[in-house]
C-alpha cells in the first residue's frame, strides 16, 4: 500500500479516479441544493432589493456564477461535471501542498485523504456542492503561500507577489462559500509565524501581509462592483452573504431543534464512519511532536483546522456535506505525519488514510448495490415526475418545507421566493408572505404539503391551513404521504406517483 502510495505518479491516478467516481454518478436524481442553487441561477434577474432575482438564497455571487456556467455547459450534469473537475484539481492540489509541507513520500498520502474524502457516499454521492466548487481555491491559497514563504531574500519581490495571489484564491474561495476561510486562515498564520520564528525578516512580513490583504481585497471589491454594475443595493448584498446567517440562527435557537441536532449525530457519525476523526484525532495527539520540530508549518495547520471545525460548529444546521470543507486540513495533517517512518504516529496516521480510503470504496459498493437493486427511494424524484405528468402548460408549484429538487424536476415555477426551509423560516417567520400568496389570484396552481404546515410555528400555520383549505383542495399524495393540494376551480388529473424502493413502505 505505501509503495503504490509513494509513487510519483499516484497523485495523477488518484485525481483521475476521483474524477471518475464523480461521473460515475451522473445519472444520480438532483439533490436539494444543487437543484435550488440551479433554479436561482438560470432565474438570474438582480434589482436593487433582489440579489438574484425572484429567488433567495444566502450565497455569494462566485457560486451562483459557477452553477450558471455550469447551466450552460450542460445543465444538471454540467455543474456535476464542473464539480467533478474541482474534486480532481484539489487532489492534485492536496499533493503538492503534502509535498511541500512534507516531501515526495507525504504527496502521495495527503492525495489519497483529499480523493477519499471528495468521493465518499457516506458525505454526499455525485452531487454539486459549493464546498466541492471552493476546494481548489483554498489549496491554491495553501500553495502560493508555502511557496512565498519559501521564496529567498533575494526574491522578495517575487514572494509578495505570490503572497498576493494566495490572498485572492483564499479570498475568492470565500466568495463561493462563506465557510471556506481556511486558506486565508493559513496563509496568515504562516506569514505571521515565520516572522516571529526567525524565517522571515520584519520588512517582508509587512510587504507579504499587505500583498495578501490587498489580494483578499480583489475577490470582495469585484463582487461589490459586480452588484453596483447590477443595480444591486450594496446593502441586499452584503445581507445575503453574512448578516442573513445572523438572522437564520436566532431562529434556529428558538425554533424546535430536533432535526438539527439528528443531523448533527449523523455528521458525527459520517466523520467517524469517513475515517476524518481519525486523521484529525491524529494530528490534535501528534500536534505537540510535529511542533518541536517544524513550528511554522505545525500552527498554520492547526489554525486552518480549528478555523475549519469552527465554521462547522456554528453553521447550526450540520448537513454531511459540511465535512467536504475539512479536506485541505485533513490533508495537510495526514502528509505531516504520514512522512514519519518508522515512527509509530507516522505508521498510525498512513493507517488512518487508508481506512478513509476503504471507507470510500465500501460506501461505493453499498451505493452501487441499493441503486442494483431498486431498493434506494427518490421520492422527491417520483413525486416531481407524477406533478409533471398531472400539470398544464402554465401551471405553478409551491413546496413547503424546501425540497428544491423536486421543484426542479417538475419544471413548474414557483411564485413563493423561499426554496429552502431555513430562509423560509427566516424572512417569512409569520407565514404572512405566503398566506398573502394563497389568497390572492396569482396562487400557485399546486401546492406540496411536504413538511406539515405548523411545524415551525404551530399559530401561523394553523392559519396557513386554514387559507388552503379555503382556496385548494386535495388532489393526492407524494411518495412519503405527504399532501398534495390543487387550487380549487382547477380541473387537473389527481397526482399518484409511481413509488420506487424504499418509498413504499411507507
Partial sequence: ?????????????????????RLATLGRPPGPDEAGLLLVARSWAPSAEELYGPFF????????????LGDALGGLAGTRVLTALACGVTVLLAAYAGRSVAGERAAGWA???AAATCTNPLIAVGTA????????????AVVLALCSVRQRREHRWRAVALAGAAGISGASAVCVKQSLGGGLVFTGVLLVAATVLGRLGPRRLVATVLAAGAGAAVPVLACLGWAVAAGVEPGTLWYAVATFREDASVVLATQPAAAPLGR?????????????VLVVGGFVVHAQGEWSDDPTLTSAVAAMLAADLAALVVSGSYWRD???ALVPSTALAAALLARRRPARRGTAMRGAVTFTALSTVVGL??????????????????TARALREASAPGDTLTVFGGRAHLQLGSGLDSPYPHLWSLPMRTLDPDLEQLRRLVDGEGRPTWLVEWVDFTTWTPAAGTLLADAVAEHYERAGTTCDGHPVWLARGTDRPAVVPDCGGWADLG
Avoid at 438564497?57 to 450558471?68: E, Y
Avoid at 448533527?264 to 476524518?276: D, E, H, K, P, S
Fill in 365 to 382: 459498493v453499498g451505493w452501487a448495490l441499493l441503486q442494483v437493486s431498486g431498493a434506494q427511494g427518490y421520492p422527491e424524484r417520483d
Fill in 111 to 113: 492525495a489519497l485523504a
Fill in 57 to 68: 438564497v444566502d450565497r455569494p455571487p462566485l457560486l451562483l456564477a459557477l452553477f450558471r
Fill in 264 to 276: 448533527a449525530g449523523v455528521l458525527v457519525l459520517a466523520a467517524v464512519a469517513t475515517g476524518l
Fill in 129 to 140: 456542492m459549493p464546498e466541492l466548487l471552493g476546494l481548489p481555491l483554498v489549496l491554491g
Fill in 1 to 21: 500500500m505505501s509503495r503504490a502510495v509513494e509513487d510519483r505518479r499516484a497523485p495523477l491516478v488518484l485525481a483521475l479516479v476521483a474524477v471518475l467516481l
Fill in 322 to 324: 459540511y465535512l467536504f
